[in-house]
């Protein structure tokens, strides 16, 4: 059964810190990963996907990787911004599942203080 | 292009009536997924549908809960006798479904309040 992670729960920076988020699943055989971010009584806007053959993907201060072998997903956002506040997601697709499921971590609340 | 719609963004209902979610994918996307996001809990997947089918239904309850996404139209996420654990917000996904290109985008969600 798979099982998503994500260290930590929450986390709160000054402005200007890099962000480091991690997610942890506990079986290799995935799709893609996908990762959202949440802001408060709002839906998911996607982030970035990184499919089961990258290692990486970069948008503008984000920049996600991916280590299949060791289950690890981690997201770095640049200079973060007090904007960046939110709970961040990630998801993953398993092979053997329909291609459309996709198992969420419970996500880490971010807050970046000004 | 607009986004994934959902229609209504809030609802309530008293225990033992109906509820009735709507979700429009966004143009061109024929793939819809439907998720619960329980209060304090994460976000669990329920169904996903293609036109005129259901791909996996593999999170629905067994009972009460139903999906369609008809040819024509919103594809529906339909509760009967709604019951107080119902209330969750409840998201809607789309894909485009073509080869290779998975990445699905979410609707504002409807929050669902039973009382």
């Known amino acids: 059964k798979q099982e998503v992670t994500q260290i930590p729960a929450a986390l709160s920076v000054p402005e200007g810190e890099n962000l480091v988020l991690n997610c942890s699943f506990t079986d290799s055989a995935i799709y893609n990963l996908q990762w959202f971010r949440q802001d408060p009584g709002k839906g998911l806007t996607s982030l970035l996907l990184?499919?089961?053959?990258?290692r990486e993907q970069t948008s503008g201060r984000l920049n996600a990787s991916l280590d299949k072998s060791s289950g690890r997903s981690t997201l770095y956002i640049a200079a973060s911004q007090p904007g960046d506040s939110a709970t961040y997601l990630c998801?993953?697709?398993?092979?053997?599942?329909?291609?459309?499921?996709?198992?969420f971590g419970a996500g880490t609340q971010v807050v970046v203080t000004p | 292009n607009a986004g994934v719609m959902q229609n209504p963004r809030h609802l309530v209902r008293r225990r033992g009536q109906e509820a009735r979610l709507r979700c429009s994918p966004m143009k061109g996307h024929s793939h819809v997924y439907w998720y619960r996001q329980l209060p304090e809990e994460g976000l669990k997947f329920m169904v996903y549908?293609?036109?005129?089918?259901?791909?996996?239904e593999s999170g629905m309850p067994k009972e009460r809960f139903s999906a369609e996404f008809p040819k024509e139209g919103p594809s529906i996420l339909r509760i009967q006798q709604v019951v107080r654990g119902d209330s969750a917000a409840y998201f809607c996904?789309?894909?485009?479904?073509?080869?290779?290109?998975?990445?699905?985008?979410f609707g504002p969600g409807t929050r669902l309040t039973v009382t």
């Open positions: 549908l293609q036109k005129e089918n259901i791909i996996d």
């Open positions: 996904a789309s894909s485009p479904g073509t080869s290779g290109v998975w990445e699905q985008y």
């Open positions: 998801a993953v697709s398993l092979q053997g599942d329909s291609w459309g499921k996709l198992q």
């Open positions: 990184i499919q089961s053959s990258q």
